[in-house]
């Protein structure tokens, strides 16, 4: 996995609360407050268990994919603006996204073809 931006993030994504991380410009990944909050929200009353993973996301507005790390799936299911494709690995994702090709902006049909078998 990438690393993160800094031990306090890694420390999050090790054992904190579900969250959601997003790369930086440096390809590290660091917590994304206002996104996990959002994420938290709707998920309900019952909290998230933890149970990570890489996330290529659509947004649905634009087509425009981004490469999300989670540490907890639920966070993401049934979002009401995005399209989700969840991987096991970091390395699954980033040849996911690379075949996506550049920029990643792809329709909604493009962006099915990317999701890896069933688990």
């Known amino acids: 996995m990438d690393p993160f931006c800094n031990p306090f993030d890694a420390a999050l994504a090790a054992a904190g609360p579900p969250a959601v991380f997003t790369r930086t410009a440096d390809g590290e990944w660091r917590i994304a407050p206002d996104l996990s909050r959002d994420c938290w929200e ?10 990570p993973a890489h996330a290529l996301v659509r947004d649905r507005a ?3 994919v981004s490469w999300w790390f ?4 639920k966070l993401l299911a049934d ?3 995005v399209d989700v ?5 970091g390395a699954q994702a980033r040849a996911a996204l690379e075949a996506l090709g550049r920029p990643p902006v792809v ?7 990317a999701a890896p078998p069933a688990r």
């Open 79 to 81: 979002h009401p603006r």
């Open 70 to 73: 989670v540490t907890a799936r």
């Open 42 to 51: 709707r998920t309900g009353p019952e909290p998230a268990l933890l149970d």
């Open 85 to 89: 494709v969840l991987f096991d690995t």
């Open 107 to 113: 329709s909604p049909d493009g962006f099915a073809a």
């Open 62 to 64: 634009t087509g425009f």
